[in-house]
């Protein structure tokens, strides 16, 4: 059973920078996308960012020119970078990975969410 473990998450100013990171542990034949998602309170859950397996990225307008998203594919890791944090970007951040096993069955892996809180 594949895991997905987050950490990076805490309480930065506004303007300042966090990294998030997740890898994936367990037995995987391929990670195609993976992604980051945020869900603040009495709000749906987002796509933050998300990255192909070949490099391709895609960004939420709101976080577009602050957040960088990468992966290390030989780690089975995604990180985001993001910068210029700012109040409304406060929320539960949830890594995503669109794992095929050997068997060739596909499952949407979720990580268990990191806090993130920008505030004065």
């Known amino acids: 059973q594949v895991q997905l473990v987050e950490s990076g998450g805490g309480l930065v100013q506004p303007g300042g920078s966090l990294r998030l990171s997740c890898a994936a542990s367990?037995?995987?034949?391929?990670?195609?996308?993976m992604g980051w998602y945020r869900q603040a309170p009495g709000k749906q859950r987002e796509s933050v960012a998300v990255i192909t397996s070949g490099g391709s990225t895609n960004y939420a307008d709101s976080v577009k020119g602050r957040f960088t998203i990468s992966r290390d594919n030989a780690k089975k890791a995604v990180y985001l970078q993001m910068n210029s944090l700012k109040p409304e970007d406060t929320a539960v951040y949830y890594c995503?990975?669109?794992?095929?096993?050997?068997?060739?069955?596909?499952?949407?892996?979720w990580g268990q969410g990191t806090q993130v809180t920008v505030s004065s």
């Open positions: 367990g037995t995987i034949f391929s990670i195609s996308d």
């Open positions: 995503n990975a669109k794992i095929t096993y050997y068997s060739g069955s596909n499952f949407s892996s």
